[in-house]
């Protein structure tokens, strides 16, 4: 009777597995498996934070899948140094957590934002159409498309400026831009789609403008993070960017609900529930990320860039971000000149 009844449960929580892997067009192997002690860890699925992206599910015992540990980096690098510096520097950090349920930010929440705005021909600016994550003293990160444009007249390459501590799409310290770097592999298209811009001049670190963390594991740990900017928000007026800066917090989705053209080590997929909550055309080169798991409101940590925003009418988008950890070692080369270890 007791062995009846333990194997009529099996098949239960068998049954119960299915039902929730089924979703995430996985294969699963039913029979019990030992996990890999090294990449590996027998937990239950609840559990395995980045579950949705397995094509291959291997069950472990009752209720417990294999679940991949995520990748990480050795914790001694020149972005991990220059993190913990960032984060000792608590003169500006906020006395209260910030709490926002609308999908405007609230001034000086999003300190590590940059705005790409246009330099007109007179001299003044208009509002750009990329966004940008400060990393460094000297350097924002951005979408290598938002670089990589020319002006609609000619060949000329279009100028820009980047504007920082700012709320409004018009408001900020206005920075020259030294160089722009595109990624050497960038396809013109959604492969490689990442790039620096270096500043002329260092940035003076205050209550408006703080550098955002690099990443140090992949980011499949996560269940949602945040993207924002100064985008299209409207779907009843499609071409009106947003005066003042927004955010919207997204669910991370298997790669495969953001198409074929989604690569593990290069993306991330991201949408949010309804079509108000995702990025957005102007949102481009803009930040998907989180708040630093050690250092909380004090620090964001950038994990994603906006590559191309969503149209602002599709329901439920699903969008391809860049992964900036695949893109680690690149970024690390130019801003902190690896080879003389500057971390400045």
Not at 11 to 24: A, E, P, T
Not at 130 to 136: A, S, V
Not at 235 to 262: I, M, W, Y
């Amino acid at each position: 009777m007791f062995s009846s009844c333990l194997t009529m449960l099996f098949r239960l929580v068998f049954v119960f597995l299915f039902c929730v892997l089924k979703g995430n067009q996985a294969v699963v192997h039913w029979n019990y498996t030992q996990c890999d002690s090294v990449a590996e860890k027998c937990v239950s699925y609840r559990d395995c934070i980045n579950a949705r992206n397995l094509q291959y599910i291997k069950v472990c015992a009752l209720r417990a899948i294999c679940c991949p540990i995520p990748k990480r980096r050795h914790a001694d690098t020149p972005s991990s140094r220059a993190c913990l510096k960032y984060s000792k520097d608590n003169t500006f950090c906020p006395s209260h957590l910030f709490v926002s349920h609308s999908n405007e930010s609230i001034r000086n929440e999003l300190q590590y934002m940059a705005h790409i705005a246009q330099r007109n021909p007179n001299g003044t600016y208009k509002i750009g159409d990329c966004g940008g994550t400060l990393i460094h003293n000297k350097f924002v990160l951005t979408a290598a498309h938002c670089v990589n444009r020319e002006r609609n007249i000619g060949t000329q390459e279009e100028e820009f400026v980047v504007r920082l501590g700012g709320h409004n799409a018009t408001d900020g310290d206005i920075y020259e831009v030294a160089r722009k770097i595109p990624h050497p592999d960038y396809d013109g298209d959604v492969m490689n789609d990442i790039a620096l811009v270096e500043l002329t001049s260092k940035v003076v670190f205050n209550d408006r403008i703080k550098p955002a963390c690099l990443p140090t594991t992949s980011g499949d740990e996560h269940d949602s993070m945040t993207v924002s900017g100064w985008g299209r928000y409207s779907a009843t007026t499609p071409n009106a960017q947003s005066p003042v800066l927004r955010k919207a917090d997204l669910k991370l989705f298997h790669l495969s609900e953001c198409g074929p053209e989604a690569l593990e080590e290069m993306h991330i997929c991201a949408g949010g529930d309804k079509q108000t909550s995702d990025s957005c055309q102007g949102d481009s080169g803009g930040p998907l990320a989180i708040w630093h798991p050690e250092w909380g409101s004090c620090l964001g940590q950038v994990f994603g860039i906006v590559s191309h925003g969503s149209l602002c009418h599709e329901p439920s988008p699903r969008t391809k971000y860049i992964r900036v950890f695949h893109y680690l070692r690149w970024i690390e080369d130019i801003v902190w000149n690896v080879t003389s270890e500057n971390t400045d």
